[in-house]
């Protein structure tokens, strides 16, 4: 089992900068993939940026550039620095540890609020 908290969230002008949090507790989350997502009102969750246990990371066409990703297994703990937000960056964040091998197992955070304004 892994449970995940964020926090970082709030409120700040487009150009901006925010780092998010995820807290992981659990066994297993140095050794699964860690992603943000995020929802905004009237939308579907989509995804953000994943990284591997490894560190890799990839990213959505829309933060590239802006967003990095990244994780310290050491202290269970996953990150997303946002820089030069904008309007449309305004929604809930969601963390995410999963796997898909043995033992396989797909947890989620309750999502931070993060607010640019024009």
């Known amino acids: 089992q892994v449970q995940l908290v964020e926090s970082g969230g709030g409120l700040v002008q487009a150009g901006g900068s925010l780092r998010l949090s995820c807290a992981a507790s659990?066994?297993?989350?140095?050794?699964?993939?860690m992603g943000w997502y995020r929802q905004a009102p009237g939308k579907q969750r989509e995804l953000v940026a994943t990284?591997?246990?490894?560190?890799?990371?990839n990213y959505v066409d829309s933060v590239k550039g802006r967003f990095t990703i990244s994780r310290d297994n050491a202290k269970n703990t996953g990150y997303l620095q946002m820089n030069n937000l904008k309007p449309e960056d305004t929604a809930v964040y969601y963390c995410?540890?999963?796997?898909?091998?043995?033992?396989?197992?797909?947890?989620w955070g309750q999502g931070t609020q993060v607010t640019v304004s024009s």
């Open positions: 995410r540890s999963y796997r898909f091998v043995a033992p396989t197992g797909d947890y």
């Open positions: 659990g066994s297993t989350f140095s050794t699964n993939i």
């Open positions: 990284i591997s246990n490894s560190g890799s990371p």
